[in-house]
């Protein structure tokens, strides 16, 4: 009887060590998410669950990481769902339009994130999302597990940081035909992870330290990366590998 009991036990604490290395996508554009969830499942053994905000479970708090990959509108019980998920000690993943102009009428969702989109010309450090470019992605947190754990960059990127006057190179890869956004205000400290480097349809050329952070948030921790407007761009190993770094590192 005594062993039957501790059979039960390890079983129980085995279900319960498998739910906690699942991970919940909560999207509103799915086959991009599909792409996603084979590829970390591939490459880190990492499951996924994948529903749209209408479906979002009662809970979180059972899951490993939330990753957030809303276009349109971020309905506002989801979003205090998200909030406090990660206030209260969960890993919340936040992909590229996670943060846009629609999310400027959430009651939370920038206070919670410190960040500022302004209303102004991008010239002006106003927000601007470009479309059809070819992102060069770089390496600016190079003791960083998130940006290391098993990623070989193929490319050297000339790449000059904000605040810098001296270009220099950079490890880094390239996402063909994508979406950049241009000029996100971070109003609070964080890692800077990854910058961003690609030239508009005028010729200009842009490079903003802000495709990749992360930060604590109450009990919890939050990461952001940008890229993710194309299929394609988690089709990339290395893009895939960086959102597996970040589910699985401890802060």
């Given at each position: 009887?005594?062993?039957?009991?501790t059979?039960?036990?390890?079983l129980?604490?085995?279900?319960?060590?498998?739910?906690?290395?699942?991970?919940?996508?909560?999207?509103?554009?799915?086959?991009?998410?599909?792409?996603?969830?084979?590829?970390?499942?591939?490459?880190?053994?990492?499951?996924?669950?994948?529903?749209?905000?209408?479906?979002?479970?009662?809970?979180?708090?059972?899951?490993?990481?939330?990753?957030?990959?809303?276009?349109?509108?971020?309905?506002?019980?989801?979003?205090?769902?998200?909030?406090?998920?990660?206030?209260?000690?969960?890993?919340?993943?936040?992909?590229?339009?996670?943060?846009?102009?629609?999310?400027?009428?959430?009651?939370?969702?920038?206070?919670?994130?410190?960040?500022?989109?302004?209303?102004?010309?991008?010239?002006?450090?106003?927000?601007?999302?470009?479309?059809?470019?070819?992102?060069?992605?770089?390496?600016?947190?190079?003791?960083?597990?998130?940006?290391?754990?098993?990623?070989?960059?193929?490319?050297?990127?000339?790449?000059?940081?904000?605040?810098?006057?001296k270009?220099?190179?950079?490890?880094?890869?390239?996402?063909?035909?994508?979406?950049?956004?241009?000029?996100?205000?971070?109003?609070?400290?964080?890692?800077?992870?990854?910058?961003?480097k690609?030239?508009?349809?005028?010729?200009?050329?842009w490079?903003?330290?802000?495709?990749?952070?992360?930060?604590?948030?109450?009990?919890?921790?939050?990461?952001?990366?940008?890229?993710?407007?194309a299929?394609?761009?988690?089709?990339?190993?290395?893009?895939?590998?960086?959102?597996?770094?970040?589910?699985?590192?401890?802060?």
């Amino acid at each position: 009887m005594k062993m039957l009991l501790t059979s039960f036990l390890c079983l129980l604490i085995r279900v319960g060590q498998a739910c906690a290395q699942d991970v919940l996508i909560v999207a509103d554009e799915i086959p991009a998410m599909e792409v996603l969830a084979s590829g970390i499942q591939r490459q880190e053994s990492l499951t996924s669950k994948i529903v749209t905000q209408a479906d979002l479970p009662a809970t979180l708090a059972n899951f490993r990481a939330v990753i957030v990959y809303i276009h349109k509108d971020l309905d506002s019980i989801p979003e205090k769902a998200f909030v406090n998920y990660a206030r209260n000690g969960g890993k919340l993943l936040c992909l590229h339009h996670s943060i846009s102009s629609a999310k400027r009428k959430n009651k939370w969702w920038f206070s919670f994130l410190g960040i500022d989109l302004p209303k102004k010309d991008a010239s002006e450090g106003g927000y601007q999302y470009v479309g059809d470019v070819d992102m060069a992605v770089v390496n600016l947190a190079p003791q960083h597990f998130i940006t290391t754990h098993k990623i070989t960059y193929p490319a050297t990127i000339a790449y000059t940081q904000e605040g810098g006057q001296k270009e220099r190179l950079f490890p880094g890869f390239v996402l063909s035909k994508t979406e950049g956004f241009l000029n996100h205000q971070l109003l609070s400290p964080r890692t800077r992870l990854l910058g961003f480097k690609f030239t508009d349809a005028s010729g200009k050329v842009w490079m903003q330290d802000r495709s990749a952070w992360c930060m604590p948030v109450g009990k919890g921790w939050l990461f952001y990366s940008q890229p993710g407007h194309a299929t394609s761009d988690f089709g990339n190993p290395m893009y895939t590998q960086l959102i597996a770094n970040a589910i699985i590192y401890n802060p």
